[in-house]
């Protein structure tokens, strides 16, 4: 691209600039939704459901995006329901082992998302 004024400069950045924030937002989106997969193939389900409110896998939920200051993020995790029992079979309890299928989810995804980060953030 050749450039013959300041104000044709100023124009294709801007242009970029606003480009890069819709594929940087769709990114987030996209690398949470590849997580929230991962994480609903590795939480283990257990034969007893003591709560009633069905197995664990079924309780992966995705966040509000979030956009502050440039800074976007989204939360994949576990909803209210059943969320607060997660870390028992994750980090173990006395009459149980830990299972650590968070940290699995986050290790075997990781290039996955990043890969999704690069499909949406490719300028073309």
Do not use: C, W
Not at 1 to 17: I, Q
Not at 59 to 80: A, R
Not at 81 to 99: C, D, E, L, V, W
């Amino acid at each position: 691209m050749s450039v013959t004024g300041e104000f044709e400069l100023l124009a294709n950045v801007d242009k970029l600039t606003k480009g890069y924030d819709r594929k940087a937002r769709q990114a987030v989106k996209s690398g949470a939704e590849k997580f929230k997969t991962v994480l609903q193939n590795n939480t283990p389900v257990s034969s007893e459901d003591h709560s009633g409110k069905g197995p664990l896998r079924d309780h992966v939920t995705l966040g509000k995006f979030s956009g502050v200051g440039g800074d976007y993020t989204q939360e994949v995790g576990y909803d209210s329901s059943k969320g607060y029992i997660a870390h028992f079979p994750n980090s173990g309890t006395s009459k149980q082992r830990p299972q650590h299928f968070i940290e699995k989810s986050q290790s075997e995804s990781k290039g996955q998302v990043l890969a999704e980060f690069v499909k949406e953030l490719k300028v073309e």
